[in-house]
């Protein structure tokens, strides 16, 4: 029915638009009645205490009582914070590993789920059972895996490296968050590539192979061309994700140990109970600030390269 | 391998998937180790969920030896009942159920209004910078105004699951409102002007006609706020102030402290937590994935 609908619509909806603004002229007060009430909550509840926010990064407060301004020196403070650099670090290189680690796998799944195989509808259905279940809930499932059958897995075939748990050791724990981010965030990706590679006309491969194009120079030319834009809207919203990663580390590691795990997101939320709310809201700040640079940069990157969103 | 039989050429592993691709006459054969292949990949999805559902009907003295892939012996069904009582299973699974649904309605109600006007007087800047004002919050995540929520919640007596439909709802707004106008624009303004002529009041033509042909995309904001609410744990485990008021998925982490050894309990937990939707899935399957796709795709 959509199909059927659309297809034809979508140019006569573009040519009717000049009439339609003569027709009205201005909108009727109904127009308004349908609009303002999502915007007036949406304001209250997002716009006003993201502003509040950023107003109190520039003030003393603690959360309740009297303030005075301290201009940008929680700003200051925050570059000289070894923890709030750790918890950058962290966050960072988790989301860059996770991103490509999510989006090779994903592609990869899409692109075997996408051949003449059996039971294709199936498997699929398989890959996608992770979006629907809780996040906290499958890291406490993980967590018993890795911290209990994996190491009696090593002890079992003698693999010393394993044989504790890696949710202990600071350096391997990261390694457990992003096997459980990624088993979470590949399914949405996978059902974006499919799309994607459902889009591309068979007989560009047809073509392709008569000119003696082999699979891995055909996926080169062919395949990951006409699918970049779909790899950038994948891209851009697993690292928005990753970046406030919380849900999955409160149920691995709970950001250890020590603070080897300890995320932005972690931090911000250690202002309401530490005290130093005014400080962690010009954390949360500049938190915001770097996930919209990312993203633009993303956008920035690609444009130039061309490819098309 | 389909590719040995007309090349002797080694190591064309991967090619025999290629192959249909090359010779339209074999496009019936379908592969077999490509299938296996997947098949494996899919265990790392499968064997999680067969831990959990082992794991819930082991005895205690079982669950602790960590061979979580065993199977249960002797059979337990008790776990259930002592996870049924100390989640309080029928109160967290009603509020969460609630908060789900009233995330739903309010995103659907908001979003399908606002996408409506904006879409159609898209020629006035009010409309349109309102369309730039929404999305923006696309790229906001909700730790940077977590603080201030909860001030905000607090003082208006919204720290409880309505206080999370309401944030729920608020950041899928932008999602929403993104996919539903992308939508609208496809819809040919002829079809509500004829209406018109008719005498229809735009109330009239938004329910009678734009609605019902909103219905595929209803579904994918639905499926999407549906699931963002449900499986959260962030917002409510923030929000809600009165423990007894949890959702289901923040009541979990009780068995990460007092009832440290009592994995089989745990795990029944868990698998009451993850199959009501897990279920729902399999069964609505096919109409999850397109709908999801859809969404995943306008975006």
């Known amino acids: 029915m959509t199909t059927t609908t659309t297809a034809p619509a979508a140019p006569a909806a573009r040519v009717a638009a000049p009439a339609r603004r003569r027709r009205h002229g201005r909108p009727e007060p109904i127009a308004y009645l349908f609009l303002v009430p999502a915007l007036l909550v949406f304001t209250v509840f997002v716009v006003i205490p993201a502003l509040v926010g950023i107003f109190y990064s520039f003030t003393d407060y603690v959360g309740f009582g009297d303030w005075s301004f301290l201009g940008l020196r929680n700003y200051a403070a925050l570059l000289g914070d070894p923890g709030i650099r750790e918890a950058y670090g962290f966050t960072l290189g988790f989301s860059l590993v996770t991103v490509v680690v999510a989006q090779v796998i994903a592609l990869v799944l899409a692109i075997g789920l996408s051949k003449r195989i059996r039971f294709a509808a199936g498997l699929r259905a398989i890959f996608v059972i992770p979006m629907v279940v809780s996040g906290i809930v499958v890291a406490y499932v993980f967590n018993y895996l890795f911290s209990n059958t994996l190491p009696a897995f090593a002890t079992a075939v003698g693999f010393d490296p394993l044989t504790s748990s890696i949710l202990g050791n600071p350096d391997l724990a990261w390694l457990a968050i992003v096997v459980v981010s990624a088993w979470q965030t590949i399914p949405g990706a996978l059902l974006v590539y499919t799309a994607g590679l459902t889009s591309i006309p068979s007989d560009l491969y047809e073509a392709s192979s008569l000119d003696g194009a082999g699979p891995w120079r055909q996926f080169r030319s062919i395949t990951l061309p006409l699918i970049a834009g779909f790899v950038l809207i994948n891209t851009i919203l697993g690292i928005k994700g990753y970046l406030g990663v919380y849900d999955v580390i409160v149920g691995l590691t709970g950001g250890g140990p020590g603070n080897a795990t300890s995320s932005v997101a972690m931090t911000i939320f250690g202002g309401f109970t530490g005290g130093d709310y005014a400080y962690q809201m010009a954390n949360a700040t500049v938190f915001f600030v770097i996930t919209v640079l990312i993203s633009v940069l993303q956008l920035v990157v690609s444009r130039g390269r061309n490819i098309r969103l | ?299």
Not at chain 2, 71 to 81: E, G, I, R, T, Y
Not at chain 2, 247 to 273: D, E, H, K, R, W
């Open chain 2, 1 to 299: 391998m389909t590719a040995t039989a007309t090349t002797p050429l080694q190591g064309s592993v991967t090619a025999p998937v290629d192959d249909r691709r090359r010779r339209p006459g074999r496009a019936r054969r379908r592969s077999w180790p490509l299938t296996v292949a997947l098949a494996l990949c899919s265990l790392t999805v499968l064997a999680p969920l067969y831990v959990t559902l082992t794991m819930a009907f082991k005895t205690s003295e079982q669950s602790v030896e960590g061979n979580a892939f065993a199977l249960p012996a002797p059979f337990n069904p008790a776990s259930f009942a002592e996870a049924w009582q100390l989640t309080r299973f029928p109160v967290s699974f009603s509020i969460s159920v609630g908060v789900a649904a009233l995330t739903v309605a309010l995103t659907l109600l908001l979003s399908s209004l606002a996408s409506y006007a904006i879409v159609r007087y898209w020629s006035h800047r009010f409309f349109r910078w309102s369309f730039v004002y929404l999305l923006a919050s696309m790229f906001l995540p909700f730790p940077v105004i977590a603080l201030t929520e909860i001030k905000l919640t607090a003082l208006t007596g919204l720290d409880n699951p309505l206080g999370v439909a309401i944030l729920h709802a608020m950041f899928q707004l932008a999602f929403s409102v993104l996919l539903f106008s992308a939508y609208l624009r496809s819809i040919p303004v002829e079809l509500e002007e004829s209406a018109r002529i008719d005498g229809a009041t735009t109330w009239q033509v938004f329910w009678r006609i734009i609605l019902p042909l909103l219905g595929p995309m209803i579904a994918t904001v639905g499926i999407f706020a549906f699931l963002a609410s449900w499986n959260d744990f962030m917002l409510p485990s923030m929000i809600v102030s009165d423990p007894t008021l949890q959702v289901l998925p923040v009541v979990q982490n009780i068995f990460q402290s007092q009832f440290g050894t009592n994995y089989n309990v745990a795990f029944a937990s868990y698998l009451m937590a993850m199959a009501p939707t897990i279920v729902v899935y399999l069964i609505a399957q096919r109409w999850v994935i397109s709908g999801i796709t859809q969404g995943a795709v306008k975006s």
